[in-house]
C-alpha cells in the first residue's frame, strides 16, 4: 500500500502506525521473562525511508509500539547505522534522542595483545 500511495507521507502530523501483527511476537517474549529489546534497523531501512523525517517519525512509532507491549523506554534498543560515519554522527545521535531509543552502534573490535 505505500509503495503505491506515500501522498500520506506530506502529512503534519503523521498518522500513527499499527504494528498490531507482532503482538503475538513481542507478548509471548516479555511473558517468557525478556525484558530487553534489542533490534538491528539495518542500512536497509534507513535506505528505503525517504527522509530523515519520515525515519524519525518510524522509529518513534515502532518505540511507542514496543513500550505499550510493557517494556521499559530505556530498555529498547536499535541498531540503526552500521560502520557510522564521523560525519552521520551527530543526526543519528538527534534522531534516536527524538525517537526515545538507545541507538547500538557498532564498537571497533579490540585489538587483540597477549598477555605479558
Known amino acids: 500500500a505505500v509503495r503505491k500511495d506515500q501522498s500520506f507521507l506530506d502529512r503534519d502530523p503523521l498518522p500513527n502506525l ?3 501483527y507482532f503482538n503475538p511476537w513481542l507478548d509471548t517474549a ?3 521473562g525478556l525484558r530487553r529489546l534489542m533490534t538491528n534497523a539495518g542500512t536497509v531501512a534507513s535506505v528505503a525511508l525517504p527522509s530523515e523525517r519520515v525515519a524519525v517519525w518510524f522509529w518513534r512509532e515502532v518505540h511507542r509500539y514496543v513500550v505499550s507491549r510493557g517494556f521499559r523506554p530505556e530498555d529498547v534498543f536499535m541498531k540503526v547505522w552500521d560502520e557510522t560515519p564521523t560525519d552521520r554522527i551527530p543526526s543519528m545521535a538527534r534522531a534516536m534522542e527524538i525517537t526515545g531509543m ?3 552502534e ?11
Do not use: E, T, V
Not at 107 to 115: D, E, I, T, Y
Open 30 to 32: 516479555f511473558q517468557s
Open 102 to 104: 538507545k541507538n547500538l
Open 106 to 116: 557498532a564498537r571497533p573490535r579490540a585489538r587483540f595483545q597477549p598477555a605479558p
Open 18 to 20: 499499527d504494528f498490531s
